[in-house]
């Protein structure tokens, strides 16, 4: 299984607390970007509005960095009234 599969396999472990799904079978994770070990994806909440938002995507970051062979994870957030704010916020990490 290749790194990709892998993150993929965790981030199915990550439920939307609200909807009680995963996050990506919802289709919130796009443009899984794999780079020597440094992963970039857009997470998209489910609503505009979600207040567990920047809670979900903690949730992501950390999945995907249990990940063996993953070094840094950069999260963007879109499609959030406070997406700008909790990109800047879940990177600082």
């Not at 290749?2 to 079978?25: A, C, F, R, S, W």
């Not at 440094?38 to 995507?57: D, E, K, T, V, Y």
């Amino acid at each position: 299984m290749g790194l990709k599969e892998k993150i993929v396999e965790k981030l199915k472990t990550v439920m939307d607390p609200e909807i009680n799904m995963n996050v990506y079978e919802m289709g919130l994770i796009a443009g899984i970007d794999i780079n020597d070990g440094n992963i970039s994806l857009i997470f998209r909440p489910s609503s505009p509005f979600c207040p567990m938002g920047i809670h979900i995507a903690k949730m992501i970051k950390d999945a995907v960095k249990s990940v063996e062979g993953v070094k840094k994870v950069n999260i963007e957030i879109i499609n959030h009234i406070q997406a700008k704010q909790f990109t800047e916020m879940i990177n600082k990490e």
